[in-house]
């Protein structure tokens, strides 16, 4: 089956089977996914008949219930939730891994239903009372911790929702929740068709020198697929990405960069077709009037109502402060790469397209260190089982793959993890590689979350671990560089945080009820790994000699590690500042504010060219489709908390099983029973410090202190 497998596949597979033989799969998912059995048409009905079921359920509790406790209410509502998240989970999954116009329609048509459901269980006053009465009962004492939490955040969510409020304010704050889901999907939508919609054939070779060999057989490849001749070149980020950092055709990186940095918007090749001008406007204009509507004055502070920093205040603080640390290193990391580009090309003013190609070619001078010839000793199938290896001796953890389970790609790989006593904790699938019909990025999403059921029965966890790497191609295995391998590192710290929690209630099991700026903190911990030498003798095996990587190769690699780490900072800081300043200063009496808040924070902390038709923020998922509205700033946070946390493994060694398993114990099992400041200051034996962070990246300055 060829790379451009699609959605429409599956969707035919068992085309003759009977429709409600489809529906009651759909609607009784086991402990994994049927994903060949997922079928458009069968979608919405069984969301409808399972919405009903849970409509009748809750009822008939409430009703029967003289008074209300953990195991009369509480626990067999988890259950439901639990049914609808496990029919619903793989087709939200498909919908952003192997989408098709008709899985599209399908999953749009069943967004208003599931968001009116869960307004609507949020708002009923009578389910609020019931379970603030078991808050209030004396049987409450007798729950253990995990229990009380779920009953206080519950309470919470409830109070977020709006359940106090007037008839007429729950019904508008549930028509801007309908709103704000086919805002925040159309954004997501547009971006994906966007992306798509643009290519390049080139048949001049030429033209693309500079290019290495593996971005050149793919152009080559996806040319042959479109029926072309040459080389065709895609905003895929693989393509994308290679072009922009080696290609010597200034032209054509212009031409690619305008198109990457103008999708989705008024500007570029395709300006105005999809544009998500007005969905971000009224995106942050729907959130501050459902943030007004329960008392919070901004949508930031309702964001912050469920994360670690309690104050706005506090997080303008904290990334303030990286900024002046870091803004004086970058002023110098551009200026030497401005000089570097007059120097050897004569270039008088550098553009934003010229940045990723004379930062390489910087790096390369400096450190003789290309991403291209590191790439070589990176094999995909080689970095997962050296990863597997490396958890294993940190973590006591194994790893092994299993065969003949049913997924929705010829690429895809399937996992279960075992503990340190060989018990089975959970399983996860892999799907590496970018195509079309997929969300771009890397991110792991949970399929299954671990909870007890009332019969005694544990479901296990199950998560989704997604990038989007350079695709096998032909009889070559497909190969990383090395920032791809921090980025599978990184995505499968999210995974162990999911799967190897020990708590028995989903609504904290895992990454559930984790703060959302604590949710980073195990993920970018575990990229630390990506820099230890005897690591990388795991994970790294040349594609033809199997060598690991050279000795002379790491050293160039730390060498070059905190290269330009400034300039990174400050773009990441941008994107915070940004975000959380539009919710946070979010007037609604004047007009669109996007693009006015973004050029205000670029004039105050970019010290990289910005083009005047870069429209970034069109195509920014995190905060306009995802969840980190208001929360970006987490990534910096969580830098903090992983850099800090990793120096006591400086102390005590890389490879310390002692610290390892004190971070299961204390980090990883613990979900969101406890606060992560409790829990960081059990492992590391105080409250977090900045000065790792900074030293990690090379911008440690006593002065600064």
Same mark, same amino acid.
């Given at each position: 089956?060829?790379?451009?497998?699609?959605?429409?596949?599956?969707?035919?597979?068992?085309?003759?089977?009977? *429709?409600?033989?489809?529906?009651?799969?759909?609607?009784?998912?086991?402990?994994?996914?049927? =994903?060949?059995?997922?079928?458009?048409?069968?979608?919405?009905?069984?969301?409808?008949?399972?919405?009903?079921?849970?409509?009748?359920?809750?009822?008939?509790?409430?009703?029967?219930?003289?008074?209300?406790?953990?195991?009369?209410?509480?626990?067999?509502?988890?259950?439901?939730?639990?049914?609808?998240?496990?029919?619903?989970?793989?087709?939200?999954?498909?919908?952003?891994?192997?989408?098709?116009?008709?899985?599209?329609?399908?999953?749009?048509?069943?967004?208003?239903?599931?968001?009116?459901?869960?307004?609507?269980?949020?708002?009923?006053?009578?389910?609020?009372?019931?379970?603030?009465?078991?808050?209030?009962?004396?049987?409450?004492?007798?729950?253990?911790?995990?229990?009380?939490?779920?009953?206080?955040?519950?309470?919470?969510?409830?109070?977020?929702?709006?359940?106090?409020?007037?008839?007429?304010?729950?019904?508008?704050?549930?028509?801007?929740?309908?709103?704000?889901?086919?805002?925040?999907?159309?954004?997501?939508?547009?971006?994906?068709?966007?992306?798509?919609?643009?290519?390049?054939?080139?048949?001049?070779?030429?033209?693309?020198?500079?290019?290495?060999?593996?971005?050149?057989?793919?152009?080559?490849?996806?040319?042959?697929?479109?029926?072309?001749?040459?080389?065709?070149?895609?905003?895929?980020?693989?393509?994308?990405?290679?072009?922009?950092?080696?290609?010597?055709?200034?032209?054509?990186?212009?031409?690619?960069?305008?198109?990457?940095?103008?999708?989705?918007?008024?500007?570029?090749?395709?300006?105005?077709?999809?544009?998500?001008?007005?969905?971000?406007?009224?995106?942050?204009?729907?959130?501050? @009037?459902?943030?007004?509507? +329960?008392?919070?004055?901004? =949508? *930031?502070?309702?964001?912050?109502?469920? #994360?670690?920093?309690?104050?706005?205040?506090?997080?303008?603080?904290?990334?303030?402060?990286?900024?002046?640390?870091?803004?004086?290193? *970058?002023?110098?990391?551009?200026?030497?790469?401005?000089?570097?580009?007059?120097?050897?090309?004569?270039?008088?003013?550098?553009?934003?397209?010229?940045?990723?190609?004379?930062?390489?070619?910087?790096?390369?001078?400096?450190?003789?260190?290309?991403?291209? @010839?590191?790439? *070589?000793?990176?094999?995909?199938?080689?970095?997962?089982?050296?990863?597997?290896?490396?958890?294993?001796?940190?973590?006591?953890?194994?790893? &092994? @793959?299993?065969?003949? &389970?049913?997924?929705?790609?010829?690429?895809?790989?399937?996992?279960?993890?075992?503990?340190?006593?060989?018990?089975?904790?959970?399983?996860?699938?892999?799907?590496?590689?970018?195509?079309?019909? #997929?969300?771009?990025?890397?991110?792991?999403?949970?399929?299954?979350?671990?909870?007890?059921?009332?019969?005694?029965?544990?479901?296990?966890?199950?998560?989704?671990?997604?990038?989007?790497?350079?695709?096998?191609?032909?009889?070559?295995?497909?190969?990383?560089?090395?920032?791809?391998?921090?980025?599978? =590192?990184?995505?499968?710290?999210?995974?162990?945080?999911?799967?190897?929690?020990? +708590?028995?209630?989903?609504?904290?099991?895992?990454?559930?009820?984790?703060?959302?700026?604590?949710? @980073?903190?195990?993920?970018?911990?575990?990229?630390?790994?990506?820099?230890?030498?005897?690591?990388?003798?795991?994970?790294?095996?040349?594609?033809?000699?199997?060598?690991?990587?050279?000795?002379?190769?790491?050293?160039?690699?730390?060498?070059?590690?905190?290269?330009?780490?400034?300039?990174?900072?400050?773009?990441?800081?941008?994107?915070?500042?940004?975000? =959380?300043?539009?919710?946070?200063?979010?007037?609604?009496?004047?007009?669109?504010?996007?693009?006015?808040?973004?050029?205000?924070?670029? #004039?105050?902390?970019? +010290?990289?060219?910005?083009?005047?038709?870069?429209?970034?923020?069109?195509?920014?998922?995190?905060?306009?489709?995802?969840?980190?509205?208001?929360?970006?700033?987490?990534? #910096?946070?969580?830098?903090?908390?992983?850099?800090?946390?990793?120096?006591?493994?400086?102390?005590?060694?890389?490879?310390?099983?002692?610290?390892?398993?004190?971070?299961?114990?204390?980090?990883?099992?613990?979900?969101?029973?406890?606060?992560?400041?409790?829990?960081?200051?059990?492992?590391?034996?105080?409250?977090?410090?900045?000065?790792?962070?900074?030293?990690?990246?090379?911008?440690?300055?006593?002065?600064?202190?």
């Amino acid at each position: 089956m060829n790379d451009t497998f699609s959605s429409l596949c599956y969707a035919k597979i068992h085309k003759k089977r009977d *429709a409600n033989n489809m529906e009651n799969s759909l609607l009784n998912q086991g402990q994994l996914p049927n =994903f060949s059995i997922i079928s458009p048409e069968h979608i919405e009905p069984t969301v409808k008949q399972l919405i009903a079921q849970n409509r009748a359920r809750l009822n008939e509790l409430l009703a029967t219930s003289q008074q209300a406790s953990w195991d009369t209410l509480i626990a067999p509502l988890e259950e439901m939730d639990i049914q609808l998240s496990k029919m619903w989970s793989p087709i939200s999954h498909l919908h952003a891994v192997m989408e098709s116009e008709e899985l599209r329609a399908a999953y749009n048509a069943c967004l208003p239903l599931l968001t009116e459901y869960h307004t609507e269980m949020m708002q009923n006053e009578t389910f609020y009372q019931a379970i603030k009465s078991v808050s209030e009962s004396p049987a409450y004492k007798k729950l253990d911790t995990a229990q009380q939490k779920v009953i206080f955040n519950e309470l919470r969510d409830f109070r977020l929702a709006g359940v106090s409020l007037s008839p007429e304010a729950k019904a508008r704050f549930s028509d801007l929740q309908q709103k704000l889901s086919k805002l925040t999907t159309q954004f997501s939508e547009n971006i994906l068709d966007a992306t798509h919609a643009w290519s390049i054939n080139v048949t001049d070779v030429a033209a693309l020198k500079g290019l290495p060999e593996q971005t050149l057989k793919l152009a080559e490849q996806t040319a042959q697929q479109h029926n072309q001749t040459g080389w065709t070149f895609t905003l895929d980020y693989p393509c994308y990405s290679s072009v922009m950092k080696y290609l010597d055709n200034r032209e054509l990186r212009w031409l690619m960069y305008e198109a990457h940095t103008t999708r989705a918007s008024d500007q570029g090749p395709h300006a105005g077709r999809w544009d998500n001008t007005n969905l971000m406007e009224e995106i942050v204009k729907t959130r501050h @009037e459902l943030a007004n509507i +329960v008392g919070f004055a901004n =949508f *930031a502070e309702y964001s912050l109502a469920t #994360k670690m920093a309690d104050t706005p205040k506090r997080v303008i603080n904290f990334l303030n402060d990286l900024v002046d640390r870091s803004t004086s290193f *970058a002023i110098k990391e551009m200026q030497e790469l401005a000089e570097f580009a007059k120097s050897i090309d004569g270039i008088e003013h550098l553009e934003a397209w010229d940045i990723a190609f004379y930062s390489e070619k910087l790096r390369l001078k400096k450190y003789a260190l290309s991403q291209e @010839e590191i790439r *070589a000793y990176f094999p995909a199938d080689k970095v997962l089982s050296g990863m597997f290896t490396v958890m294993s001796r940190l973590l006591g953890v194994k790893i &092994v @793959e299993r065969s003949g &389970v049913d997924t929705w790609h010829p690429h895809v790989q399937f996992f279960e993890i075992y503990d340190s006593e060989d018990k089975l904790r959970g399983y996860f699938y892999t799907d590496l590689y970018a195509r079309p019909h #997929k969300r771009d990025g890397a991110w792991m999403d949970e399929c299954r979350i671990r909870h007890k059921m009332s019969d005694g029965s544990m479901q296990l966890p199950v998560a989704f671990l997604t990038c989007n790497f350079t695709r096998p191609l032909g009889d070559k295995p497909a190969t990383l560089t090395h920032d791809d391998v921090q980025t599978v =590192f990184h995505e499968f710290g999210h995974c162990l945080h999911h799967l190897l929690t020990e +708590v028995e209630y989903a609504p904290l099991a895992g990454i559930n009820g984790v703060p959302w700026d604590a949710v @980073e903190f195990p993920s970018q911990f575990f990229e630390f790994w990506c820099w230890d030498k005897e690591t990388l003798n795991l994970i790294s095996a040349h594609e033809t000699t199997g060598e690991p990587l050279p000795q002379a190769l790491f050293n160039k690699l730390i060498a070059a590690k905190n290269f330009q780490s400034a300039m990174q900072m400050l773009r990441q800081l941008e994107f915070s500042l940004f975000d =959380f300043k539009l919710h946070l200063e979010y007037d609604p009496t004047k007009g669109p504010q996007v693009q006015a808040v973004l050029d205000e924070v670029r #004039k105050k902390v970019s +010290v990289v060219p910005v083009a005047k038709f870069n429209r970034f923020q069109h195509s920014f998922s995190h905060i306009f489709a995802g969840g980190y509205a208001a929360g970006y700033y987490s990534y #910096k946070w969580a830098e903090v908390l992983s850099s800090d946390a990793f120096s006591l493994f400086e102390e005590k060694g890389v490879f310390d099983q002692i610290t390892g398993r004190s971070f299961v114990k204390n980090i990883l099992s613990q979900g969101g029973v406890y606060h992560p400041m409790e829990l960081f200051v059990k492992f590391r034996g105080r409250e977090p410090k900045i000065d790792a962070l900074l030293k990690h990246s090379g911008l440690f300055s006593e002065e600064l202190r």
